[in-house]
């Protein structure tokens, strides 16, 4: 198995996963997460280390643009699983250009070394529930005291189906977009076994969020260090939340399952959702503190209400997301107090 980004949330933990299950798992990653940032992340090497400490990982640094790179690797790999990305929206709309190199023009390196090494592998792919972009704040939704709610029409969430047409995506959405429907062409063209899952908030522990890139852990490292938090918008947007470990159960049962081109959405679903607002109080509930909160105006095609339909990824791959989010919160807090090191200047 190959791991792009591996170096990642996503990517090291499929990476110990994986090689748990009994896989020869190589990681290549170019540990860029800070430049893409723009910003000085002491954490950028935290999980490259970790799974240098676990041996039995063969560790490549090396970008997913450079065909000198890819080649032989994908070209080699039974199972590639491509997490290898930029992946804040704000990155995206203030340097365009290096959101597509990463996303788009990796994701096509990456297929085409996977194409021609002739050995029909399994791809996996990160994408992602921004495809669909501003056609989702065209479904009504009902405003509660603490949280938005979708009509009873779509309480499932949004299916496989929705229209990605004739909306704004951010650059983000728009190069994730242009690798999502790369990787299903690929697979009908080529004859590769393509696996898109187009995730929701994924979270866990050993995931350094940020302000504009993983929420749920930010809120809760921002709330144990004394960092102020930034709410855009009201608070009470809502997402479908899926502990990392969930995710890769799903990803899992697709290799396993010998299935062709497929395309999931992947989140927690209807009932494993939490609004701002519901995870600012978890946070004071299980750990006492309430952050400083300031707010500003809504972000760039910010939804209002994302809900993954998770109904095929269930019937297909015979899944179900099992961490809560009250339960995965509380995980997080617990992993956060141990490192409160890392996020205190």
Known sequence: MLITGGAGFIGSYAAAYFTERGYQ?????NLSRGRLLKRE?????????YLASRGGIELIEGDVRDPEVVDPLAGSADVILHAAAQTAVTTSTTDPETDFMSNALGTFRVLDAARRGGRRPTV??????????????????????RRYEFPEQWSAGIPESFSIDHCEHTPYGCSKLTGD????????LYGLNVGIFRMSCIYGTRQFGMEDQGWVAWFVIAALSGQPITIFGDGKQV??????????????AFIESGR???VFNMGG???FTLSLIELL??????AGIRPQIAYADWRPSDQKVYISDIRRAGKELAWQPQVTPPEGVRRLIAWTKDNLHRFQS
């Not at 792919?125 to 065209?138: A, D, F, L, P, R």
């Not at 429907?181 to 009908?188: A, I, N, P, T, V």
């Open 41 to 49: 992340d002491p954490n950028a090497r935290h999980n490259w280390d």
């Open 281 to 286: 109080e978890i946070i004071d509930q299980e």
């Open 124 to 145: 996996v792919y990160c994408s992602t529930n921004k495809v669909y972009g501003e056609n989702v704040n065209g479904v009504d939704v009902i405003e509660g005291e």
């Open 239 to 252: 997402r479908d939340v899926l502990w990392v470990e969930d995710l890769l159960r799903a990803y899992e």
């Open 181 to 188: 429907l790369y990787m299903q062409d690929f697979g009908h």
């Open 25 to 29: 798992v190589t990681v290549l990653d």
């Open 260 to 262: 062709t081109q497929e």
């Open 269 to 271: 679903g209807p009932d």
